[in-house]
């Protein structure tokens, strides 16, 4: 039979370290105000002892629940790994741990998460809403008065916090780039989803087109991924006026555009180029390597904790709108 061995209480941990229950619970809040030789002192009787504290009554005294909900439209993406890791690296610093929910670019599912995200009492949201996503979803965050803040896609007036790369620039300085090297029939590929971020992307397409006088490219709608951009190409080939360049909506798209370019023949560089967007890790380690745009997905997702955080200190203060730069990294396509 089990033998339930009995609670531990901050009594227990003060009476071992010698010093007063209020110490103790200042260590565990993490508190500036204890000396680090005492902090040292009562986690080491904490460890030793094996004391857990009891979060759900301390949040509870608090009315906070620490927590943090992230709904993002997809997670297969190397990008969204290294954006999560941004913000669990702000969240830890304070003392705040999340929860992670993927809607799959469903907006009927996306609502089934943040109403159970709320009933799981967190402090906030920090979204990347799924294709179709009706304004009224912000809306109702607004009415619960939970705080969100929105990150790379953006839904509703544009009035609300927000941060996300300078997408449209980014797109502009693809074309440069191109344009630069000689090429006159530019394609852009992977523009399937009715999104902001397809909106700037194209934006910033044409707007580059026209500064360099240059006929409108063929637009590819398909998927952002390595088999569909693979495909593109190939359909792409086989008209009369085809592209010798292509800007891909993400570096995973990229990286089947390259294939099929180098599957037809053709030699990157000479013969082709091909801009990514996002500039993750493997955009540096695949052959040949891939140039990018490089928008620091760890970085957005540092600022768009601290902005959230922010927002749940400040729950009337004015939105803020947090544009990251973009840039050009120059590899061998």
């Known amino acids: 039979m089990l033998r339930r061995l009995p609670k531990l209480t901050l009594k227990d941990i003060a009476r071992r370290a010698k010093v007063s229950t209020s110490t103790v619970s200042l260590v565990l809040r993490e508190s500036p105000l204890v000396a680090d030789a005492t902090r040292k002192l009562v986690q080491q009787w904490i460890d030793e002892l094996g004391y857990i504290r009891d979060r759900g009554a301390a949040n509870l005294r608090s009315r906070t629940s620490q927590t943090v909900g992230l709904v993002f439209c997809e997670l297969t993406n190397p990008f969204y790994a290294e954006l999560i890791a941004g913000i669990d690296s702000v969240l830890d610093r304070h003392g705040r741990i999340a ?7 469903d907006p009927e599912r996306q ?16 979204l990347s809403a799924a294709e179709g996503t009706a304004p009224k979803t912000i809306r109702r965050l607004e009415e619960w008065g939970l705080p969100c803040v929105q990150t790379l896609r953006h839904v509703g007036s544009g009035h609300d916090d927000y941060v996300g790369p300078d ?20 394609a852009y590929i992977g ?28 637009i590819v709608r398909c998927a952002p991924t390595r088999e569909d951009g693979f495909k593109a190409v190939a359909s792409l080939l086989a008209t009369d006026d085809p592209p010798t360049a292509a800007i891909c909506y993400n570096d995973v798209c990229a990286f089947g555009v390259v294939l099929g370019f180098i599957d037809a023949g053709l030699r990157p560089r000479k013969d082709f180029g091909v801009v990514g967007f996002d500039n993750i ?20 997702g540092e600022e768009a904790a601290a902005l ?13 709108r947090v544009i990251m730069p973009a840039r050009l990294v120059v590899r061998d396509t």
């Open 111 to 126: 609502d089934r998460l943040i109403r159970r995200l709320r009933e799981q009492n967190v402090d906030g949201i920090i």
């Open 308 to 320: 959230l955080l922010r927002r749940i200190a400040d729950p009337a203060g004015r939105p803020e």
């Open 99 to 105: 929860f992670i929910a993927h809607t799959a670019e």
């Open 167 to 186: 997408i449209k620039t980014g797109v502009e300085m693809s074309v440069d780039y191109l344009a630069a090297a000689g090429h006159r029939r530019i």
């Open 281 to 300: 890790a493997d955009a540096a380690l695949v052959r040949p390597a891939l140039t990018t745009i490089a928008i620091e997905p760890h970085r957005i």
């Open 191 to 218: 523009a399937a989803r009715h999104t902001s971020v397809t909106r700037e992307r194209l934006a910033g397409f044409h707007s580059g087109l026209e500064r360099h006088a240059l006929a409108p490219g063929p």
